[in-house]
C-alpha cells in the first residue's frame, strides 16, 4: 500500500483527499496543515503548507511514497523542488514552471510569444506612465492586475478613469499587495462566460478534466466582492464540444508545448481559466494547481483512479491512461462566514453534522474549521463546501441545497443561486451551445449562445 502526503488545509484538499480514499493502492494518508474535517480521514501535523523546510522535514520523518503539494504559494516558492531534491515522488510544478501562476507578465509574455489566444495588455513599473497609458487608451472598464500572487485579490476591473488610476495608484505606489504589485497588467476588458478547466500533465501529454463554474462574487445576482470562490457546477454548459476541440488545438496543447520549449515543462495539474468570447476562447488566468472550489465538483466526477493518475503524471506516462468521467453533474455550495470575503468571526459551533462533519446524501469538503472540545468550529472564511451529484445539474442543486439547509451556525452566509446560470444556459439551448462572431450583441444581452 502506498502512503501520501497531501500539503494544504482547505476544500480542495480535502476534496483530494477523499478521492485518494478511494484508491484500492492508497494506504495511510497524511494532510498538513489539514483542518477539523480533513482529520477525519487523514493523519494532520502542523506544519503551515507554506514552510518549505517544515514540510521537508515533515516528509523525512514520514517517507510518504507520493507529495501533493496543492496550494499556490508553496509551489511558487519551490516546495516540489526541494521535496524532489530529497528524493520524494511529486505532484505538483516545479518552481520554474509554477511561474505560470506567479507572475502574470510571464504568463501574458508567454502567450503572446506562442500565439495563446488572450486579452491584448501592457505591462507597467512606473505609475506615470501607467495613467498615462490608461488616458490615452480611454477604454472602460479597463482591467487592472497585479503582477504576482495576491490571494485572488490582485484584479481590479474599473469602471471609469478615476478608479483605475486609483488601482494604479494602489498597487505601484501604496504597494497593496507587497512585491506583487510593484509590476502591474493593464488589460483588454473581455466579455462571454468563463470556464475553468483544470488538466493532468506530465510535460508530453494532456488531459483535460471534466469543465466547471465557479461563482467568484459573494452575493446572488454576481453582486458583492471577489471572493475564493462560493460554488462551483460541473460540467459547464458553456463548453461545449466545439469550444473543447478549439481549446485543446489552440490553448492546451500550445501551453504545453511553450512550457517546454522555454525549458519550464509542467508536471502537474494545469488550471485554465477561460472566457468563451464571442471571438472564441481566450485565457484570462493560468493556475499552476487544482483549482478551489472546482477541485470540490471536478473528482466526485472522476471515474477513476486518483493516485494512479497522480503516479502516472510523476513517471511521464500519462499517455498510457485512460480518464473517464461520470455521466450526470455536480455541484457544491460553499458555505461562508458572515462577512467574508472581508471581517469575519471564528469559532462558531457548526450544528447539523455528523461526528465526521458529514450529511447524508452530500460529501460535505471542510475548508475552513476545526475541532474544539470534539465539535466542529467555524475557523476560516469558506467553511464548507456542501457537494451532490445529480443525474441532472438540476437534482445536484436540489441536493446540494437540501444538505446545506441541514447545517447552520451563527450568521452563516451563502448564495442560494449556484448553478442558476449554467441551468438557464441549458434551458436555452440544451445540446449545442456554441458561439459566433457576429453574436456579440446577442451574447451582451442574454450572456448565452444559441445554436443557429
Ligand atoms: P483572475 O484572478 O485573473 O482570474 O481574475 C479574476 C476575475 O476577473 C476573472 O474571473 C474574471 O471574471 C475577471 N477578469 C479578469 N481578466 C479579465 C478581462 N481581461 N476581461 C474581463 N474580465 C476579466
Ligand atoms: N476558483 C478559482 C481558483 O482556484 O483560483
Known amino acids: 500500500m502506498k502512503n501520501v502526503l497531501v500539503v494544504g488545509g482547505g476544500g480542495r484538499e480535502h476534496a483530494i483527499i477523499m478521492k485518494l480514499a478511494e484508491s484500492k493502492q492508497v494506504g495511510k494518508l497524511y494532510c498538513t496543515p489539514g483542518n477539523g474535517g480533513i482529520s477525519k480521514y487523514a493523519e494532520c501535523f502542523d506544519v503551515a503548507a507554506t514552510d518549505i523546510d517544515g514540510v521537508v522535514e515533515l516528509a ?3 517517507a510518504p511514497d507520493m507529495v501533493v503539494v496543492a496550494p499556490d504559494d508553496p509551489l511558487v516558492m519551490g516546495m516540489a523542488d526541494a521535496l524532489q531534491a530529497e528524493g520524494f515522488k511529486v505532484f505538483g510544478p516545479k518552481k520554474d514552471a509554477a511561474i505560470i501562476e506567479g507572475s502574470k507578465v510571464f504568463s501574458k509574455n508567454l502567450m503572446k510569444k506562442y500565439g495563446i489566444p488572450t486579452a491584448g495588455y501592457e505591462v507597467f513599473t512606473d505609475a506615470e506612465k501607467a495613467v498615462e497609458y490608461l488616458k490615452s487608451e480611454n477604454s472602460y ?34 504597494k497593496k499587495f507587497g512585491e506583487s504589485s510593484a509590476r502591474i497588467v493593464i488589460e483588454e476588458y473581455l466579455t462571454g462566460p468563463e470556464v475553468s478547466v483544470l488538466s493532468f500533465t506530465d510535460g508530453k501529454t494532456i488531459v483535460p478534466m471534466i469543465s466547471s463554474m465557479d461563482h467568484k462574487r459573494a452575493f446572488d445576482g454576481d453582486k458583492g466582492l471577489n471572493t475564493g470562490g462560493m460554488g462551483t457546477v460541473s460540467p459547464n454548459p458553456y463548453y461545449t464540444e466545439n469550444v473543447a476541440a478549439e481549446c485543446m488545438e489552440k490553448i492546451f496543447i500550445p501551453t504545453m508545448n511553450a512550457m517546454n520549449s522555454e525549458g519550464r515543462t509542467f508536471e502537474g495539474c494545469l488550471y485554465f481559466g477561460l472566457m ?14 487544482f483549482g478551489d472550489p472546482e477541485t470540490q465538483v471536478v473528482l466526485p466526477m472522476l471515474d ?3 493516485y494512479e493518475i497522480f503516479q502516472a503524471v510523476c513517471d511521464h506516462t500519462l499517455s498510457e491512461m485512460k480518464i473517464s468521467w461520470k455521466t450526470g453533474s455536480c455541484a457544491c455550495v460553499v458555505m461562508a462566514s458572515g462577512g467574508y470575503p472581508e471581517k469575519y468571526e471564528k469559532g462558531l459551533e457548526i450544528s447539523g453534522v455528523d461526528g465526521n462533519g458529514q450529511i447524508d446524501g452530500c460529501q460535505v469538503f471542510h475548508a475552513g474549521t476545526k475541532l474544539a472540545g470534539g465539535k466542529f468550529v467555524t475557523n476560516g472564511g469558506r467553511v464548507l463546501g456542501v457537494t451532490a451529484t445529480g443525474l441532472s445539474l438540476n437534482g445536484a442543486l ?45 451574447i451582451e444581452e442574454n450572456g448565452v449562445y444559441l445554436r443557429q
Open 60 to 62: 523525512k520523518k514520514l
Open 141 to 174: 472598464p479597463a482591467v487592472i492586475k497585479a503582477d504576482g500572487l495576491a490571494l485572488g485579490k490582485g484584479v481590479i476591473i474599473a469602471e471609469n478613469e478615476d478608479d483605475a488610476i486609483k488601482a494604479v495608484h494602489e498597487m505601484i505606489d501604496d
Open 276 to 289: 468563451i468570447t464571442p471571438k472564441g476562447p481566450k485565457v484570462i488566468e493560468y493556475n499552476c494547481r
Open 304 to 306: 477513476g483512479d486518483l
Open 398 to 442: 436540489e441536493k446540494a441545497y437540501a444538505g446545506v439547509a441541514k447545517i447552520s451556525w451563527k450568521d452563516v452566509h451563502y448564495r442560494k443561486d449556484i448553478g442558476k446560470r449554467a441551468l438557464d444556459a441549458l434551458n436555452s439551448d440544451p445540446l449545442d451551445l456554441h458561439y459566433k462572431d457576429d453574436m456579440e450583441d446577442y
